[in-house]
Protein backbone atom coordinates (compact mmCIF):
# COMPACT_ATOMS: atom_id res chain seq x y z
CA UNK A 1 0.00 0.00 0.00
CA UNK A 2 1.15 3.40 -1.32
CA UNK A 3 2.05 5.75 2.02
CA UNK A 4 -0.62 8.99 2.44
CA UNK A 5 0.97 12.17 1.41
CA UNK A 6 1.58 14.55 4.30
CA UNK A 7 1.92 18.42 3.46
CA UNK A 8 1.83 21.19 6.38
CA UNK A 9 0.88 24.84 5.90
CA UNK A 10 2.16 28.23 8.17
CA UNK A 11 0.51 31.50 8.59
CA UNK A 12 3.35 34.08 8.55
CA UNK A 13 3.65 38.07 9.45
CA UNK A 14 1.13 40.34 10.28
CA UNK A 15 -2.41 39.09 10.61
CA UNK A 16 -4.61 39.71 7.50
CA UNK A 17 -8.29 39.33 6.22
CA UNK A 18 -8.89 36.33 4.09
CA UNK A 19 -6.18 34.17 5.88
CA UNK A 20 -8.94 31.69 7.29
CA UNK A 21 -10.01 31.55 4.42
CA UNK A 22 -6.64 30.14 2.57
CA UNK A 23 -6.22 27.53 5.09
CA UNK A 24 -10.03 26.37 4.53
CA UNK A 25 -9.04 26.16 0.41
CA UNK A 26 -5.44 24.40 1.31
CA UNK A 27 -6.69 21.87 4.07
CA UNK A 28 -10.26 20.61 2.11
CA UNK A 29 -8.15 19.95 -0.86
CA UNK A 30 -5.56 17.98 1.05
CA UNK A 31 -8.17 16.53 2.64
CA UNK A 32 -10.73 15.83 -0.33
CA UNK A 33 -7.48 13.97 -2.34
CA UNK A 34 -6.51 11.56 0.43
CA UNK A 35 -3.94 13.40 1.92
CA UNK A 36 -2.70 14.80 5.28
CA UNK A 37 -2.55 18.32 6.29
CA UNK A 38 -0.98 19.66 9.43
CA UNK A 39 -1.14 23.15 10.88
CA UNK A 40 2.35 24.64 12.02
CA UNK A 41 1.23 27.29 14.84
CA UNK A 42 2.67 30.55 14.52
CA UNK A 43 4.53 30.92 11.92
CA UNK A 44 7.70 29.47 11.28
CA UNK A 45 8.24 29.74 15.10
CA UNK A 46 6.22 26.49 15.29
CA UNK A 47 8.65 24.64 12.70
CA UNK A 48 11.64 25.60 14.84
CA UNK A 49 9.92 24.34 17.95
CA UNK A 50 7.70 21.28 16.00
CA UNK A 51 4.46 22.65 17.23
CA UNK A 52 2.13 21.04 14.63
CA UNK A 53 -0.66 19.79 14.69
CA UNK A 54 -3.13 17.67 12.27
CA UNK A 55 -5.97 19.68 10.16
CA UNK A 56 -9.36 17.72 9.73
CA UNK A 57 -12.60 18.84 8.88
CA UNK A 58 -13.90 19.93 11.97
CA UNK A 59 -11.00 22.10 12.69
CA UNK A 60 -12.18 24.83 9.23
CA UNK A 61 -15.58 24.39 9.95
CA UNK A 62 -16.95 27.94 10.65
CA UNK A 63 -13.34 30.00 9.74
CA UNK A 64 -14.42 31.23 6.27
CA UNK A 65 -15.77 34.66 7.32
CA UNK A 66 -13.36 34.95 10.49
CA UNK A 67 -10.46 37.61 10.58
CA UNK A 68 -7.37 36.83 11.96
CA UNK A 69 -5.75 33.09 11.80
CA UNK A 70 -6.60 29.70 13.42
CA UNK A 71 -2.73 28.66 13.59
CA UNK A 72 -1.53 31.72 14.85
CA UNK A 73 1.41 34.29 13.51
CA UNK A 74 4.30 36.18 13.83
CA UNK A 75 6.80 38.45 12.22
CA UNK A 76 9.56 37.48 14.62
CA UNK A 77 11.41 34.23 14.62
CA UNK A 78 12.99 34.37 11.62
CA UNK A 79 15.01 30.72 11.50
CA UNK A 80 17.83 31.70 9.56
CA UNK A 81 18.81 34.49 12.22
CA UNK A 82 16.63 33.52 15.27
CA UNK A 83 17.40 36.24 18.41
CA UNK A 84 18.52 34.82 21.57
CA UNK A 85 18.28 36.64 24.38
CA UNK A 86 21.13 36.46 27.53
CA UNK A 87 22.26 39.11 30.09
CA UNK A 88 19.76 41.60 27.78
CA UNK A 89 22.08 41.46 24.93
CA UNK A 90 20.12 39.58 21.45
CA UNK A 91 22.55 37.11 19.26
CA UNK A 92 21.38 35.59 16.47
CA UNK A 93 21.33 31.84 15.49
CA UNK A 94 20.86 30.00 12.58
CA UNK A 95 17.55 27.59 13.11
CA UNK A 96 16.96 26.14 9.70
CA UNK A 97 18.02 22.89 10.50
CA UNK A 98 15.68 22.43 13.19
CA UNK A 99 12.97 23.54 10.56
CA UNK A 100 14.74 21.07 8.50
CA UNK A 101 14.45 17.98 11.50
CA UNK A 102 10.77 18.47 12.02
CA UNK A 103 9.58 18.47 8.43
CA UNK A 104 11.74 14.91 8.48
CA UNK A 105 9.91 14.02 11.94
CA UNK A 106 6.53 14.35 10.46
CA UNK A 107 7.24 13.43 7.69
CA UNK A 108 6.30 16.53 5.63
CA UNK A 109 6.43 16.64 1.59
CA UNK A 110 6.12 20.66 1.38
CA UNK A 111 4.68 23.19 3.15
CA UNK A 112 2.62 25.95 1.90
CA UNK A 113 3.83 29.08 3.22
CA UNK A 114 0.83 32.28 3.56
CA UNK A 115 2.76 35.08 3.69
CA UNK A 116 3.88 38.39 2.57
CA UNK A 117 7.63 39.92 1.63
CA UNK A 118 8.99 38.85 4.54
CA UNK A 119 7.66 35.16 5.13
CA UNK A 120 8.04 34.57 1.42
CA UNK A 121 12.19 35.63 1.74
CA UNK A 122 11.97 33.23 4.50
CA UNK A 123 10.30 30.25 2.72
CA UNK A 124 12.65 30.82 -0.50
CA UNK A 125 15.45 31.25 1.44
CA UNK A 126 14.26 27.35 2.97
CA UNK A 127 13.99 26.40 -1.21
CA UNK A 128 17.30 27.30 -1.76
CA UNK A 129 19.16 26.80 0.41
CA UNK A 130 17.65 23.83 3.13
CA UNK A 131 16.31 21.78 0.13
CA UNK A 132 12.68 22.33 1.23
CA UNK A 133 9.54 21.96 -0.58
CA UNK A 134 7.85 24.91 -0.52
CA UNK A 135 4.45 26.99 -2.41
CA UNK A 136 4.01 30.27 -1.48
CA UNK A 137 0.37 32.53 -1.09
CA UNK A 138 0.52 35.61 -1.25
CA UNK A 139 -0.65 37.52 1.51
CA UNK A 140 -1.09 41.41 2.81
CA UNK A 141 -3.21 44.15 3.06
CA UNK A 142 -0.42 46.05 1.54
CA UNK A 143 -0.50 44.66 -2.27
CA UNK A 144 2.87 45.35 -2.46
CA UNK A 145 4.11 42.18 -3.76
CA UNK A 146 5.94 41.74 -7.39
CA UNK A 147 3.93 38.91 -9.65
CA UNK A 148 0.80 38.77 -8.53
CA UNK A 149 -2.03 41.53 -9.68
CA UNK A 150 -3.62 41.13 -6.14
CA UNK A 151 -2.64 40.21 -3.04
CA UNK A 152 -5.76 38.82 -0.54
CA UNK A 153 -6.84 41.10 2.37
CA UNK A 154 -6.10 44.83 0.12
CA UNK A 155 -9.78 44.33 -0.65
CA UNK A 156 -11.05 44.21 2.91
CA UNK A 157 -8.11 46.94 4.01
CA UNK A 158 -9.32 49.13 1.26
CA UNK A 159 -13.57 48.85 2.10
CA UNK A 160 -12.53 49.84 5.70
CA UNK A 161 -10.37 52.98 4.62
CA UNK A 162 -13.11 53.75 2.16
CA UNK A 163 -16.11 53.55 4.80
CA UNK A 164 -13.95 55.66 7.14
CA UNK A 165 -13.02 58.13 4.41
CA UNK A 166 -17.03 58.22 4.26
CA UNK A 167 -17.23 59.09 7.92
CA UNK A 168 -15.16 61.44 8.15
CA UNK A 169 -16.63 63.40 5.34
CA UNK A 170 -19.63 64.34 7.02
CA UNK A 171 -17.51 65.99 10.61
CA UNK A 172 -15.15 67.77 7.12
CA UNK A 173 -18.21 69.18 6.12
CA UNK A 174 -19.82 70.14 9.22
CA UNK A 175 -16.90 71.56 10.81
CA UNK A 176 -15.13 73.44 7.65
CA UNK A 177 -12.11 71.12 8.65
CA UNK A 178 -9.24 69.76 6.76
CA UNK A 179 -9.60 66.19 7.45
CA UNK A 180 -6.40 63.65 6.72
CA UNK A 181 -6.65 59.87 7.02
CA UNK A 182 -3.69 57.53 7.19
CA UNK A 183 -3.59 54.26 6.22
CA UNK A 184 -1.52 51.04 6.58
CA UNK A 185 0.72 50.20 3.47
CA UNK A 186 4.20 50.34 4.49
CA UNK A 187 6.48 51.38 1.24
CA UNK A 188 3.74 50.69 -1.42
CA UNK A 189 0.95 53.60 -1.56
CA UNK A 190 -2.02 50.57 -3.09
CA UNK A 191 -4.34 51.03 -0.10
CA UNK A 192 -4.25 55.34 0.20
CA UNK A 193 -4.24 54.86 -3.98
CA UNK A 194 -7.49 52.91 -4.37
CA UNK A 195 -9.78 54.31 -1.26
CA UNK A 196 -8.58 58.09 -2.01
CA UNK A 197 -9.92 57.50 -5.19
CA UNK A 198 -12.93 55.31 -3.88
CA UNK A 199 -13.52 57.71 -0.80
CA UNK A 200 -13.56 60.69 -3.28
CA UNK A 201 -10.31 62.67 -1.39
CA UNK A 202 -9.13 65.69 -2.35
CA UNK A 203 -5.33 65.11 -1.82
CA UNK A 204 -3.68 61.76 -1.75
CA UNK A 205 -0.24 61.42 -0.60
CA UNK A 206 1.55 58.09 -1.73
CA UNK A 207 5.47 57.27 -0.79
CA UNK A 208 6.03 56.87 -4.54
CA UNK A 209 5.48 60.20 -4.79
CA UNK A 210 7.58 62.61 -2.14
CA UNK A 211 4.92 65.74 -1.40
CA UNK A 212 5.40 69.33 -1.20
CA UNK A 213 3.57 70.95 1.77
CA UNK A 214 2.68 74.25 -0.43
CA UNK A 215 0.98 71.80 -3.04
CA UNK A 216 -1.25 70.57 -0.78
CA UNK A 217 -2.40 74.01 0.96
CA UNK A 218 -3.11 75.04 -2.55
CA UNK A 219 -5.42 72.34 -3.24
CA UNK A 220 -7.00 73.52 0.34
CA UNK A 221 -6.68 77.43 -0.78
CA UNK A 222 -8.01 76.37 -3.99
CA UNK A 223 -11.01 74.73 -2.93
CA UNK A 224 -11.46 77.16 -0.29
CA UNK A 225 -11.66 80.21 -3.06
CA UNK A 226 -14.15 77.54 -5.07
CA UNK A 227 -16.30 77.72 -1.71
CA UNK A 228 -15.64 74.60 -0.88
CA UNK A 229 -14.63 75.01 3.14
CA UNK A 230 -13.38 71.53 3.72
CA UNK A 231 -10.78 69.11 2.67
CA UNK A 232 -10.22 65.31 2.67
CA UNK A 233 -6.40 63.84 2.30
CA UNK A 234 -5.52 60.38 2.49
CA UNK A 235 -1.88 60.01 3.83
CA UNK A 236 -0.03 56.73 3.85
CA UNK A 237 1.98 55.78 6.42
CA UNK A 238 4.91 55.70 4.56
CA UNK A 239 4.37 59.01 2.34
CA UNK A 240 6.87 62.14 3.23
CA UNK A 241 7.74 65.21 2.28
CA UNK A 242 10.06 66.32 -0.62
CA UNK A 243 13.89 66.35 0.94
CA UNK A 244 11.94 64.81 4.33
CA UNK A 245 12.54 61.56 6.20
CA UNK A 246 9.77 58.69 7.06
CA UNK A 247 7.48 59.14 9.86
CA UNK A 248 8.92 56.09 12.07
CA UNK A 249 7.07 54.94 14.87
CA UNK A 250 8.84 52.14 16.68
CA UNK A 251 11.28 49.82 15.77
CA UNK A 252 10.88 46.42 16.72
CA UNK A 253 13.92 44.32 17.10
CA UNK A 254 13.88 40.31 16.32
CA UNK A 255 10.98 41.80 13.32
CA UNK A 256 11.63 40.20 9.73
CA UNK A 257 11.31 44.03 8.93
CA UNK A 258 12.44 46.23 11.97
CA UNK A 259 10.80 49.10 11.00
CA UNK A 260 7.25 50.63 11.49
CA UNK A 261 5.43 53.19 10.19
CA UNK A 262 3.41 55.83 11.40
CA UNK A 263 2.88 59.43 12.44
CA UNK A 264 2.99 60.77 8.95
CA UNK A 265 -1.13 62.20 9.23
CA UNK A 266 -0.78 64.24 12.50
CA UNK A 267 2.72 65.85 11.41
CA UNK A 268 0.98 66.60 7.77
CA UNK A 269 -2.25 68.23 9.22
CA UNK A 270 -0.02 70.28 12.24
CA UNK A 271 1.47 71.82 9.78
CA UNK A 272 -1.28 72.31 7.24
CA UNK A 273 -2.88 73.93 10.27
CA UNK A 274 0.22 76.25 11.43
CA UNK A 275 0.12 77.51 7.78
CA UNK A 276 -3.44 78.50 7.00
CA UNK A 277 -5.05 78.67 10.11
CA UNK A 278 -7.64 76.00 9.58
CA UNK A 279 -8.41 73.68 11.75
CA UNK A 280 -6.92 70.00 10.89
CA UNK A 281 -7.69 66.66 12.59
CA UNK A 282 -6.22 63.08 11.39
CA UNK A 283 -7.52 59.94 11.89
CA UNK A 284 -5.17 56.83 11.88
CA UNK A 285 -6.73 54.23 10.76
CA UNK A 286 -4.79 50.97 11.75
CA UNK A 287 -5.24 48.07 12.88
CA UNK A 288 -9.39 48.24 12.14
CA UNK A 289 -7.54 47.46 7.86
CA UNK A 290 -6.15 44.35 9.11
CA UNK A 291 -9.15 43.12 11.44
CA UNK A 292 -12.02 41.36 11.16
CA UNK A 293 -14.32 39.83 8.43
CA UNK A 294 -12.94 39.61 4.92
CA UNK A 295 -15.07 41.00 1.76
CA UNK A 296 -16.60 38.94 -0.25
CA UNK A 297 -14.06 39.46 -3.10
CA UNK A 298 -11.21 38.74 -0.50
CA UNK A 299 -13.38 35.36 0.62
CA UNK A 300 -13.10 34.27 -2.90
CA UNK A 301 -9.99 35.33 -3.82
CA UNK A 302 -7.98 33.62 -0.73
CA UNK A 303 -10.44 30.52 -1.26
CA UNK A 304 -8.85 29.94 -5.26
CA UNK A 305 -5.35 30.93 -3.51
CA UNK A 306 -5.86 28.05 -1.12
CA UNK A 307 -7.11 25.99 -3.62
CA UNK A 308 -4.13 26.32 -6.03
CA UNK A 309 -1.44 25.96 -3.64
CA UNK A 310 -2.71 22.56 -3.07
CA UNK A 311 -3.22 21.71 -5.67
CA UNK A 312 0.33 22.38 -6.56
CA UNK A 313 1.59 20.42 -4.22
CA UNK A 314 -0.69 17.83 -5.30
CA UNK A 315 1.32 17.88 -9.01
CA UNK A 316 3.99 18.44 -7.20
CA UNK A 317 4.99 21.56 -8.50
CA UNK A 318 7.41 23.03 -5.94
CA UNK A 319 9.12 26.46 -4.88
CA UNK A 320 6.44 28.33 -6.39
CA UNK A 321 4.15 31.13 -5.63
CA UNK A 322 0.46 31.29 -6.27
CA UNK A 323 -0.82 34.45 -8.29
CA UNK A 324 -3.10 36.50 -9.79
CA UNK A 325 -2.58 36.97 -13.84
CA UNK A 326 -5.50 38.36 -16.28
CA UNK A 327 -7.92 36.91 -13.58
CA UNK A 328 -6.70 33.63 -13.91
CA UNK A 329 -4.56 31.88 -10.87
CA UNK A 330 -0.78 30.72 -11.94
CA UNK A 331 2.42 29.57 -10.50
CA UNK A 332 5.34 31.92 -10.57
CA UNK A 333 8.87 31.44 -9.14
CA UNK A 334 9.14 31.88 -5.53
CA UNK A 335 12.16 32.90 -5.54
CA UNK A 336 11.14 36.05 -7.79
CA UNK A 337 7.95 36.62 -6.08
CA UNK A 338 9.90 37.50 -3.01
CA UNK A 339 10.30 41.20 -2.90
CA UNK A 340 8.45 44.90 -2.96
CA UNK A 341 6.02 46.37 -5.61
CA UNK A 342 5.14 50.37 -5.43
CA UNK A 343 2.62 52.03 -7.55
CA UNK A 344 3.84 53.39 -10.94
CA UNK A 345 4.02 56.95 -11.31
CA UNK A 346 2.20 56.05 -14.48
CA UNK A 347 -0.33 54.03 -12.82
CA UNK A 348 -3.36 54.35 -14.43
CA UNK A 349 -5.82 55.44 -11.57
CA UNK A 350 -3.02 57.84 -10.78
CA UNK A 351 -3.63 59.80 -13.83
CA UNK A 352 -7.83 59.22 -13.44
CA UNK A 353 -7.15 61.08 -10.02
CA UNK A 354 -5.23 63.64 -11.98
CA UNK A 355 -8.23 64.27 -14.47
CA UNK A 356 -10.65 64.39 -11.86
CA UNK A 357 -8.14 67.10 -10.06
CA UNK A 358 -7.05 64.99 -6.94
CA UNK A 359 -3.88 66.87 -5.80
CA UNK A 360 -0.67 63.40 -5.45
CA UNK A 361 1.16 66.96 -3.77
CA UNK A 362 3.39 67.05 -6.36
O1 LIG B 1 2.22 44.65 6.29
C1 LIG B 1 1.01 44.87 6.95
C2 LIG B 1 1.12 46.02 7.92
O2 LIG B 1 -0.15 46.20 8.53
C3 LIG B 1 1.63 47.31 7.32
O3 LIG B 1 0.66 47.99 6.57
C4 LIG B 1 2.08 48.03 8.56
O4 LIG B 1 3.07 48.99 8.24
C5 LIG B 1 2.66 46.92 9.40
O5 LIG B 1 2.06 45.72 8.94
C6 LIG B 1 2.42 47.05 10.89
O6 LIG B 1 3.06 46.00 11.54
P1 LIG B 1 2.81 45.61 13.06
O7 LIG B 1 1.64 44.67 13.10
O8 LIG B 1 4.06 44.92 13.47
O9 LIG B 1 2.56 46.86 13.83
Known sequence: MSKVRRFAVLTGGGDCPGLNAV???????????GCEIYGVLNGFNGLINGTLVPM???SISGILQRGGTVLGSTNRDNPFKFAVEKDG???????????????????????????????????????RESGVKVVGCPKTIDNDLPCTERT????????????????????AESHHRVMALEVMGRYAGWIALHSGIAGG??????????????????????????????????????????????SVARIVKNSFEQIRLGGAGEKLVREIEERTGIESRCTVLGYLQRGGTPTAFDRVLSTRYG????????????NVMVSLCHDKIETVYIQRAAGNRQVELDNEIIKAGRQLGISFGD
Open 201 to 246: ADVILLPEIPYKIESVIKKIEDRKAAGKDFTIIVVAEGAKPEGGEL
Open 152 to 171: FGFDTAMAMATEALDRIHTT
Open 56 to 58: SHA
Open 89 to 127: EITYEDRSADIVANLQKYEIEALVVIGGDGSLNIGAQLA
Open 23 to 33: IRGVVKTFLNN
Open 307 to 318: VAAAEACLRGEY
